[in-house]
């Protein structure tokens, strides 16, 4: 395959690009609703950027939830979590970020996220949040 200076324009979006730009969370019924089940996901590649040096900032994302009724589709989360890339956030709202988009998506019956930074200058930071779905009366 020959690359063309044309194909290689800044002005031009990659289709990887394009599918992260568009990333959203993508669910599926759940194949086995009733049964109790963990589902434990890590996210070794995380980033995003300091609100305040711009400086990037690198995590793995855990993320271990119980579905109810819908799962969420594996590739989806890959291209969500991958749209952080170029945001300016801090650790403390990336992890309330991803929590919260997760449970509007899938409504799972608990989840638990977590992130884990690497260190910058020192300090190493840990945020980790949940959400339990409220029993119906």
Request: net charge negative.
């Amino acid at each position: 395959m020959t690359i063309s200076p044309e194909s290689t324009s800044t002005d031009e979006m990659k289709y990887g690009e394009r599918e992260i730009a568009e990333g959203e969370l993508v669910t599926f019924p759940n194949p086995r609703i009733g049964r109790k089940f963990d589902v434990n996901i890590t996210l070794p590649e995380f980033t995003c950027k300091c609100p305040f040096s711009g400086y990037p900032d690198f995590a793995t994302i855990y993320l271990t939830y119980s579905p109810d009724q819908k799962v969420v589709e594996l590739k989806a989360l890959k291209l969500y979590i991958n749209s952080y890339r170029d945001r300016y956030i801090p650790h403390e709202e990336v992890v309330n970020q991803i929590l919260d988009d997760f449970v509007a998506a899938c409504d799972p019956l608990e989840v638990t996220v977590k992130g884990d930074f690497t260190p910058r200058g020192n300090v190493h930071t840990v945020i980790e949040v949940r959400h339990q779905k409220l029993a119906k009366d």
